[in-house]
């Protein structure tokens, strides 16, 4: 892949699309967390 | 409203539809006008997508249900990422190396020219049934909280929607939506501030949160495995995701948007950080009805947030309204009794206390639920036509009544841009498709450049008038918009198993498709008329028979 190809900060798109899965993950922790802690 | 909401107002619908126009000023190539000239940076592709979602309804409707079912609709959202992820690594590049105009184009190219027509063709219904909804849909509520007009309201909104989309094209659309998303998601992040500081004194954000959570305004998953409850985990991580991917992979509207990239890397980009904002803008948009919530528990909200539907029915029944009012005020003064135990105990960390508080609002709050139920009969008795969903006006009458003047201003600044740049998405995605998928294709293969642009410019003038005449007649059509709605879920399944068949399983031919399609969509308007499914579901339903008849036909040919 050439440089000008690549996500920032990631040398793959893997890499990106796994910051996007894992904040995904982290917000329905938190929101599990929310529904359990406050009902 | 005041002088200075008028100058906020209009100064802002000003200023983004002077700067999408100086923008775009001399576009006249056929490739710039229809696919934004190919130049788009990933923040204004980004922004671009999201307002193209975000219509007026979800900055009126989504607060309500807030209001009325706390947290839980953000669950819709959890498939957006996971799509966002997919097409990034799937379809968005198949675009890229196909340089198509439309999705569709894509379809010929796979498959042939009927399925190709036949999924362009849903496309304009659907949209074109919706663009007119999304100008209609704001413009009621507009109307009927602010006492405008409702023609002129539609008017005003499609006539300037129109200007700018005819003017300059794509590239007007995505400037304009990047300065309209700022502003949606500044108004939106400062109502969310300001609905706090409307709270009492001595009320805390710990205390707001404690009773949200106690009205269980607060459950965000709901992880029970059921097919009748609309919003789950599962349905949203399953049925959200093919809503998603369909949405954002077929509907011209989005494709169209990230189309006009720069490049392959600035399209993925803007994907992604829609995936990254949507789950937070949403939970923060549904906090906004919940905090409206929890300041209705400590000021009498009226019997019924629509106030002139209210009005009829007293005209209607006046006895049995001001009957329904004094209950309504009983119930009221009572439980504003428990909150105040309830905030006396939550300061003091007496836990019996606080469970007894809390069990007498569970009673009192279903008795308030009753009322509200035995209010919207009395309101559909009143007027059959009237809106008894009196949560789509929670949010505006709060704003109307709670916000200091200029906020006001902003606030609805941030409905009309919502309305403005889903229905310019729309308008801009149902010409390109005229032009690319019928006229150019079937009527006039060598059209030429500047011919091309006014052809452009010509179905989208028309597709804005039948937009705006469905939004002027729509009082009159009140089933046609159910059906509008319930339009989308319909169709996106079997255009999704459409793709997917074209990507994924390359020895399928079309005809067999073609016929797939027809029968998957049969069998999900049959699963419509005739079961309970939770519409999310239906989209899982049409892809999936497109997928296996679509194999399973191919098989019996060959």
């Known amino acids: 892949m050439s440089p ?16 996007v899965l894992g904040a995904l993950a982290v917000e329905i922790v938190l929101l599990g967390w929310l529904s359990r802690h406050f009902s | 409203m005041s002088g200075i909401d008028w100058a906020v107002l209009l100064g802002t619908i000003g200023v983004v539809v002077a700067y999408g126009l100086w923008r775009t000023r001399g576009a006249a190539q056929l490739n710039s006008y229809l696919r934004g000239g190919t130049d788009s940076k990933w923040y204004t592709i980004g922004l ?7 219509s007026a309804i979800t900055f009126l409707s989504t607060p309500g249900q807030g209001f009325e079912d706390g947290l839980g609709f953000v669950q819709f959202y959890f498939g957006v990422p996971i799509a966002m992820v997919v097409l990034s690594a799937t379809i968005v590049p198949m675009y890229y190396k196909t340089r198509v105009f439309t999705a569709y184009e894509y379809l010929e190219q796979r498959f042939d020219l009927k399925t190709r027509q036949l999924t362009a063709l849903i496309f304009l219904l659907q949209r074109g049934l919706g663009a007119g909804l999304s100008i209609y849909a704001p413009a009621i509520i507009l109307s009927t909280v602010l006492g ?22 794509t590239k007007a659309v995505s400037q304009t939506q990047q300065l309209q998303m700022t502003v949606m998601l500044g108004g939106m ?20 949160v404690g009773l949200a959570g106690a009205f269980g305004k607060l459950k965000a998953i709901d992880t029970s495995a059921t097919f009748e409850t609309r919003y789950t985990l599962w349905s949203g991580l399953t049925g959200g995701t093919f809503v998603a991917l369909a949405y954002f992979g077929t509907d011209q509207s989005q494709v169209q948007r990230y189309l006009s990239g720069e490049s392959l890397k600035q399209s993925r980009l803007g994907l992604l950080m829609n995936g990254l904002l949507k789950v937070p803008m949403q939970v923060m948009i549904l906090g ?24 009829r029915a007293r005209q209607f029944d006046g006895a049995k309204t001001t009957a329904l009012e004094q209950r309504h005020a009983d119930v009221f003064a009572k439980k504003r009794a428990a909150i105040d135990s309830w905030v006396e105990a939550h300061h003091s960390n007496d836990e019996a206390r606080q469970r007894t508080a809390e069990a007498t609002l569970q009673t009192l709050e279903a008795e308030a639920k009753a009322l509200r139920k035995e209010t919207k ?3 559909t008795a009143s007027d059959a036509r009237a809106n008894p969903k009196d949560a789509d006006y929670v949010f505006l009458s709060f704003v109307m009544t709670r916000f200091p003047s200029g906020l006001v201003g902003l606030l609805l600044a941030v409905i009309l841009c919502a309305a403005m740049s889903a ?5 801009n995605a149902l010409g390109t498709t005229s032009v690319v998928d019928f006229y150019k294709r079937s009527i006039d293969p060598t059209l030429a450049d500047d011919k091309g642009v006014r052809v452009a410019r010509w179905f989208t ?83 999936a028979g497109v997928v296996l008849m679509s194999l399973v036909l191919d098989l019996r040919k060959a």
């Open chain 1, 4 to 19: 000008e190809d690549r996500p920032p900060f990631f040398r793959t798109w893997r890499g990106a699309y796994l910051l």
């Open chain 2, 48 to 54: 671009s997508i999201m307002a193209t979602q975000a």
């Open chain 2, 148 to 169: 405008w007009s409702l023609t002129w309201t539609n008017l005003l909104i499609g006539v300037v929607v129109i200007a700018y989309t005819v003017s300059g094209g």
């Open chain 2, 189 to 208: 992040g400062l109502a969310f501030i300001y609905s706090f500081m409307t709270l009492p004194d001595g009320v805390t954000v710990s205390d707001a």
């Open chain 2, 288 to 311: 906004v009805g919940v905090v409206v919530f929890v300041f209705f528990l400590f000021h009498a909200p009226p019997l019924f947030f629509n106030a002139p539907a209210l009005e």
């Open chain 2, 377 to 379: 009969a009395l309101v």
């Open chain 2, 423 to 427: 229905t310019a998405s729309a308008l």
């Open chain 2, 461 to 543: 003038v028309g597709w804005g008038a039948l937009a705006v005449a469905f939004a002027v007649f729509a009082s009159q059509l009140d089933n046609l918009i159910q059906a509008t709605n319930i339009l989308g879920s319909i169709f996106y399944g079997p255009m999704l198993g459409v793709f997917l068949v074209g990507f994924f399983l390359p020895k399928v031919r079309g005809t067999p498709v073609f016929i797939a399609t027809l029968l998957a969509q049969a069998a999900v308007v049959a699963t419509w008329l005739g079961s309970d499914i939770g519409f999310l579901w239906y989209n899982v339903i049409g892809c």
